[in-house]
C-alpha cells in the first residue's frame, strides 16, 4: 500500500490528508485550526503532531507532498525538498507574501516531524512553467521585470492539470489531441487555457489578483485605478492592496463575498447583485472567446471548484449565448444533482461541456509518489 501524506499549511492552520494511492481515496483527513492563537495550538510544529496523532500509530508514508502556492521561476515541477529549497521557497515570499511563508512553516514542521520520509513540493504555479513567453511577458521595462521577476505565472495548477488530465480520459481522447478551456470557479477563480495537455495561458498573473471576479478580489483592472485611488483618495500601497485583495470581487460589489449568498439576493431582486452577476458572467466569457482564438478551437470546456462544480444555474448563466462557439448547456444534464465528471452539453454539439470535480489532494500525492518512487 502506497500512501502518502498530503500537506496543506496556512498561516494559522494546517490541511492534511493521508492518501493511498492503491485505491486513491483519503484514508485519514482533517484540518488543525487556530494556530499561534491563545489558548490554542501554539505553533505548527505542534499542530504538526496532533496531526501526526491523528494519523495513528504503525503507519508507513512513502513521501510527504506539500502544496507551495508560488515557485516563481525556479521551480517548474514537484521538487525533492532540501535545506537549500526550503529556503529557496522562503525567498520567494516577495511574490506571495500570503502564502509562502505558512507553506514554509508546514514544511519545517514536518520535516522535524518526519525526518525519515522524503518531502516533496508541488507548486500551484509548475503547470503554468510551459506558458509561451507571448502569453507571460507583461510589457513594462524588460530589465526591470527581470530583476524582480516580474511576469505572469499563473495558480491553481494542480486543479487545472489534473482536471484537464480526467477530462480526457472521460472523453476516451489522448491528452495530446484535445484543446481545452478549463474553469476553476471557487471563491478564488481562474480559467486556463490547455493545447494538448500543457497551460499555454491563464488568467492569473504575478499574484491570483488577476483575471476573474472573485469572491474578495478584483480581478483585472486597469493598473491606472490604482494611481487614481492613491492620488485622489490618499489611499497608501497597503490600503490600496487590502482594497483589491480583500475588500473587492463580489464582496464589493454586493456586500458579501459569498456566492451563494449572492445569487439568492439575485433571486429575490437585489439590483445590486443581479449586477454583480452579470460582471462576474462578462469577465468569464471575455476569457472563453479570447482562449478559444488562442487555441484555434474548441474539443472541451470544463467546470470545477465550488461554484464550478456544484452551482447549475451559474454554470448555464456564464454559457448562455456562446453557441457560436459550439459550447451549449443541456438543461436537464446540467440540472441533475450529482457529484460524478459528467457531461452539461446535448448529444453531438461541437465542444464537450463536462463538470469534473477537482482533487488537488491526489494530484500532489500522485506527484510526490511519481518522484520519490
Known amino acids: 500500500m502506497t500512501q502518502v501524506f498530503v500537506v496543506n499549511s496556512g498561516s494559522s492552520s494546517i490541511k492534511y490528508q493521508l492518501v493511498d494511492l492503491e485505491t486513491e481515496q483519503a ?29 495513528g500509530p504503525g503507519r508507513e508514508i512513502a513521501a510527504v507532498g506539500h502544496r507551495v502556492v508560488h515557485g516563481g521561476p525556479r521551480f517548474s515541477s514537484a521538487t525533492l525538498v532540501t535545506d537549500e529549497v526550503e529556503a529557496q521557497i522562503e525567498e520567494l515570499s ?7 511563508p505558512a ?21 500551484d504555479t509548475a503547470f503554468h512553467s510551459t506558458l509561451p513567453p507571448a502569453a507571460y511577458t507583461y510589457a513594462i521595462d524588460a ?22 488530465r480526467r477530462a480526457a480520459r472521460f472523453l476516451g481522447r489522448p491528452l495530446e489531441s484535445l484543446k ?8 478564488g477563480a481562474s480559467v486556463t487555457a490547455v493545447d494538448g495537455g500543457r ?16 469572491g474578495t478580489r478584483s480581478g483585472d483592472i486597469d493598473a491606472g485605478v490604482v494611481f487614481h485611488l492613491a492620488r485622489e483618495a490618499g489611499l497608501s500601497i497597503d490600503e490600496l492592496d487590502v ?60 467546470f470545477t471548484a465550488g461554484i464550478g462544480e456544484n452551482n447549475a444555474s451559474l454554470r448555464r448563466l456564464a454559457l448562455s449565448g456562446l453557441w457560436f462557439l459550439g459550447v451549449e448547456v443541456d438543461d436537464e444534464r446540467n440540472e441533475l444533482p450529482s457529484r460524478a ?33
Not at 32 to 41: A, D, F, S, Y
Not at 143 to 164: C, D, W
Not at 278 to 286: K, L, M
Request: avoid cysteine; charge should be negative.
Open 143 to 164: 530589465e526591470l521585470a527581470q530583476r524582480h521577476q516580474v511576469r505572469r505565472y499563473g495558480f491553481h495548477g494542480t486543479s487545472h492539470q489534473y482536471v484537464s
Open 243 to 302: 482594497l483589491l485583495n480583500r475588500r473587492s470581487g463580489l464582496l464589493g460589489l454586493t456586500g458579501t463575498g459569498d456566492m451563494r449568498d449572492v445569487t439568492d439576493a439575485a433571486a429575490r431582486g437585489d439590483a445590486a447583485a443581479v449586477a454583480a452577476l452579470e460582471v462576474w458572467r462578462h469577465r468569464i466569457r471575455h476569457y472563453i472567446g479570447a482562449y478559444t482564438a488562442g487555441l484555434g478551437g474548441l474539443d472541451a470546456l470544463v
Open 94 to 100: 516577495a511574490l506571495a507574501p500570503l502564502h509562502n
Open 199 to 214: 497551460s499555454v495561458d491563464t488568467s492569473m498573473g504575478l499574484t491570483p489578483l488577476e483575471g476573474l471576479v472573485m
Open 27 to 55: 484514508v485519514v483527513s482533517g484540518l488543525i485550526e487556530r494556530i499561534g492563537e491563545p489558548g490554542e495550538v501554539p505553533d505548527h510544529l505542534a499542530g504538526m503532531r496532533q496531526v501526526l496523532d491523528a494519523l
Open 341 to 373: 465528471e459528467r457531461f452539461i452539453s446535448p448529444e453531438g454539439t461541437p465542444v464537450a461541456v463536462l463538470v469534473i470535480p477537482t482533487n488537488e489532494e491526489l494530484e500532489i500525492a500522485r506527484q510526490a509518489a511519481a518522484l520519490v518512487a
Open 103 to 123: 507553506n514554509v512553516l508546514g514544511i519545517r514542521a514536518a520535516r522535524e516531524s518526519l525526518p525519515g520520509v522524503p518531502h516533496v513540493a508541488v507548486f
Open 180 to 187: 481545452t478551456i478549463v474553469l476553476h470557479l471557487g471563491n
